[in-house]
C-alpha cells in the first residue's frame, strides 16, 4: 500500500449468499496468517489516518498525518519490513486454497513496497496538477468526498485536521527546495496545472469555495445554536489559516518552484529515476516484464487495434484515411449533444438503466453496495478524469461514480458507455464492492494492485456487446477507442518514462493512433508524466483476463459459462497477475 497511489481500491462489509463469501472454521494457522496481516492493517492505519477515514474507520478522524516527511516515511518502510520478515518465517504452505492466495499477495506486495520505498522519489516532487495533497485535500474538504459531516463530532474532527494543514504545506515547500537543490523536480507543464487548480481554488469566493461547503449547509442533527458556534470557529481556522497557507503554497509554487522546474518529461532523467521506473513498473504491473517487452507489447496492439478500426470505418461508409477519421470524429456534432450537466448525467443513468437487465445473465456474484453517479467539484473538473469511489465498510455511503464536466457541449456520448463499464459497473464498482464483502482479511477487503484492478475494469468495457450496449456504431468506435488509449499507454509510458521521449513526442503518437482531441491526449500525457508506471497496469491486466478466457472457453468447451468465469476472477479479491495465472489454470484443470 502506498499513499497517493492507492487509487480508489476500497471496498463494503457484508455476507453475499454464495458459498465463496461464507465464513469457514479458521486453522490455527489461518488465524496466524490473519494477524500478520491485521497487525500490519492495524499499524498502518495509525500511519495514514486519511486512508482509515477513506474505508470507513473513524478513529482517527482527528488526525493529519504528515506522509512526505522522512520520519513518517521511515515508519512504513519500518512496518513493510517487518511484516515481510513475519510473513516469510510464517511460509505460505498448508493453508486452504483462499487464504493460500492471500498469504503469496501479502508477501509479493509487501516485497514490492519494499522496492518501490527504497527508489521512491515522490517526496522531493510531491505536487502536479493530478495527484497532490494541495487539491486532494480541498475535495475531501468540501465533504463530496470520503469525510463525513454528518453530526457535531465529524465537524470538530476535521477542524483539528484543518489545523494540520498549514504544517503539512509547509514541509511540502520544504521537501520541494531539497528536491530543487538535488535536480529533482516535476517537468515545468505539471506544476503550470498544478498551479493553475490552486489559484482556481482560491479565487472562488467562500460561497462557492469547496473549503465552506460544509457550513453552508449543516446536517438536522445539529441545532441551530451549535451550528452558529461550529460556522464561526471553522470559519476563523480557514480564514486565519488554511486559505493564507494556501496562497502561501502558491505564491511559492509560482515564485520559487516554477522557474527551477525541469523541461524533461520522463523520471529516467532524475537521479535514480532509472531504478525508480523499474520498480513502479513492478509495483504497478506485478510482473517481471521489462520496460522494453511492454513497449513492445504496446506496439502490437497498437497495430491490431488500427485494423479493428479500419473495419469500423469501412462500416461507416468513410472513405479517407484513419487519421481524417479520427479528425471527422473530433468535430462531429451528433457525438457532442449535451447542453446542460444534468443531460450528461441522465444519459450515464439511462446506461446504468440498460446494464440492470442484462447482468444477471453474465454473473452471479453481484455486489450488495449501494451506488450512486455524481458530478466532480467545479475546481477541479478541468483536470480530472471519469472516476470510481469506493462505498464505506459501514455503508453510510454508496460506491460513486464521479464524472466531470467542464463543459456539456464538448462531453463526448460515444465514449460514454465503455467509461461507464469500466468505472462504474460491472467494472470497479462490482470488482471493489465485491472484494469488500468477500471473507477475506480486512487488509485485503482494502486493498489491491493495479493491473488486477484496472485489468478489471478494461476488461468489462469488452462485454458490452453481451450486455445490450455498443448498438451503434459510434458506440463501438468509442470502446475501441478506449481499447487503443491504453495501448498506446504502453508505448507512450515506457517511451517518456524509459526511452527519453520528449512530452510533444509522446503528445504526436497519440494523436496519431486515437480520435481523442488534442486538448484530451495532452491531459493524458501529463497524467502519465505525473505518475509513471500507473497507466500500464490496465492493458498488462486485460491482456491477462482475456488469454485465461480464451484458455477456459478451449479448454472447457461447453462447460465454460461467463458466470463461472466472472465467479471465479472475482471471489477471492485481487491477485497479482502471477497468482491470478496460476489459480485460473488450476480451476481448468479441476473444471475439465
Not at 10 to 18: D, F, I, K, R, V
Not at 333 to 349: I, K
Not at 382 to 398: I, K, V
Not at 529 to 535: D, F, L, R, W
Amino acid at each position: 500500500m502506498k499513499s497517493g497511489i492507492l487509487l480508489a481500491i476500497l471496498l463494503c462489509l457484508t455476507a453475499c449468499s454464495t458459498s465463496s463469501t461464507k465464513k469457514t472454521e479458521m486453522t490455527p494457522r489461518v488465524a496466524e496468517l490473519n494477524g500478520i496481516l491485521d497487525d500490519y492493517f492495524e499499524s498502518y492505519l495509525k500511519i495514514d489516518p486519511l486512508f482509515a477515514s477513506s474505508i470507513g474507520d473513524h478513529r482517527y478522524d482527528s488526525e493529519l498525518a504528515i506522509s512526505i516527511l522522512p520520519e513518517n516515511r521511515k515508519k512504513e518502510e519500518l512496518l513493510a519490513e517487518a511484516a515481510l520478515r513475519r510473513v516469510r518465517d510464517f511460509g505460505c504452505r498448508e493453508l486452504p486454497e483462499k487464504d493460500l492466495y492471500t498469504c503469496m499477495t501479502f508477501e509479493e506486495e509487501m516485497q514490492n513496497i519494499l522496492t518501490l520505498h527504497r527508489s521512491d522519489l515522490d517526496d522531493l516532487a510531491p505536487f502536479n496538477q493530478f495527484a497532490s495533497f494541495p487539491s486532494d485535500f480541498a475535495e475531501v474538504a468540501s465533504g463530496s468526498s470520503y469525510v463525513t459531516f454528518d453530526n457535531a463530532i465529524d465537524y470538530e474532527n476535521f477542524m483539528l485536521r484543518l489545523k494540520r494543514v498549514a504544517s503539512y504545506l509547509e514541509a511540502m515547500q520544504a521537501r520541494m527546495r531539497i528536491g530543487m537543490e538535488r535536480g529533482i523536480t516535476v517537468p515545468k507543464a505539471l506544476a503550470q496545472k498544478g498551479l493553475k487548480n490552486l489559484r482556481s481554488l482560491l479565487a472562488a469566493p467562500p460561497a462557492e469555495s469547496a473549503f465552506f461547503k460544509p457550513i453552508r449547509s449543516f446536517p438536522e442533527t445539529i441545532g441551530k445554536s451549535l451550528q452558529e458556534d461550529i460556522r464561526g470557529r471553522y470559519e476563523k481556522i480557514l480564514s486565519l489559516e488554511v486559505l493564507p497557507a494556501y496562497r502561501e503554497f502558491a505564491n511559492f509554487v509560482e515564485k520559487d518552484y516554477l522557474p527551477r522546474c525541469r523541461k524533461t518529461s520522463g523520471i529516467s532523467a532524475l537521479p535514480g529515476g532509472r531504478e525508480n521506473y523499474q520498480a513502479l513498473v513492478r509495483y504497478h504491473t506485478t510482473t517481471t516484464l521489462t520496460p522494453n517487452e511492454i513497449m513492445m507489447i504496446g506496439l502490437r496492439e497498437v497495430s491490431r487495434i488500427k485494423g479493428e478500426f479500419e473495419e469500423v470505418k469501412k462500416q461507416l461508409g468513410f472513405k479517407g484515411s484513419l487519421k481524417e477519421f479520427f479528425k471527422a470524429l473530433r468535430s462531429k456534432p451528433e457525438l457532442f449533444p449535451f447542453r446542460s450537466h444534468e443531460a450528461v448525467l441522465q444519459g450515464y443513468h439511462q446506461i446504468h438503466h440498460t446494464l440492470e437487465k442484462a447482468i444477471p445473465a453474465h454473473f452471479r456474484l453481484l455486489p450488495k453496495a449501494r451506488f450512486d453517479i455524481r458530478e466532480v467539484e467545479k475546481f477541479k473538473a478541468e483536470t480530472s478524469g471519469e472516476a470510481y469511489q469506493n462505498p464505506s465498510a459501514d455503508g453510510s455511503r454508496p460506491g460513486i461514480f464521479w464524472v466531470p464536466i467542464p463543459d456539456p457541449a464538448k462531453y463526448q456520448k460515444k465514449s460514454m458507455e465503455a467509461l461507464f463499464l469500466h468505472e462504474a459497473i460491472p467494472g470497479h464498482h462490482f470488482q471493489i464492492s465485491l472484494q469488500q464483502e468477500l471473507d477475506l482479511p480486512r487488509y485485503r477487503k482494502f486493498n489491491g494492485n493495479n493491473a488486477y484492478v484496472e485489468g478489471w475494469g478494461l476488461y468489462a468495457e469488452s462485454l458490452g456487446k453481451d450486455l445490450g450496449l455498443y448498438t451503434d456504431p459510434y458506440e463501438w468506435v468509442g470502446r475501441l477507442e478506449y481499447e487503443m488509449h491504453r495501448a498506446v499507454r504502453l508505448v507512450v509510458d515506457t517511451g517518456i518514462h524509459w526511452k527519453g521521449w520528449s512530452r510533444e513526442r509522446a503528445i504526436q503518437y497519440s494523436m496519431d493512433h486515437e480520435p481523442m482531441d488534442q486538448e484530451g491526449i495532452v491531459a493524458e500525457i501529463e497524467r502519465y508524466m505525473a505518475i509513471p508506471g500507473q497507466a500500464l497496469s490496465y492493458k498488462l491486466g486485460e491482456l491477462k483476463i482475456q488469454e485465461l478466457k480464451s484458455l477456459a472457453r478451449n479448454e472447457l468447451g461447453p462447460k465454460y459459462s461467463d458466470p463461472d468465469f466472472h465467479d471465479e476472477i472475482l471471489k477471492d479479491g485481487a491477485l497479482p497477475l502471477s497468482i491470478l495465472d496460476s489459480k485460473l489454470r488450476k480451476w481448468i484443470t479441476i473444471r475439465k
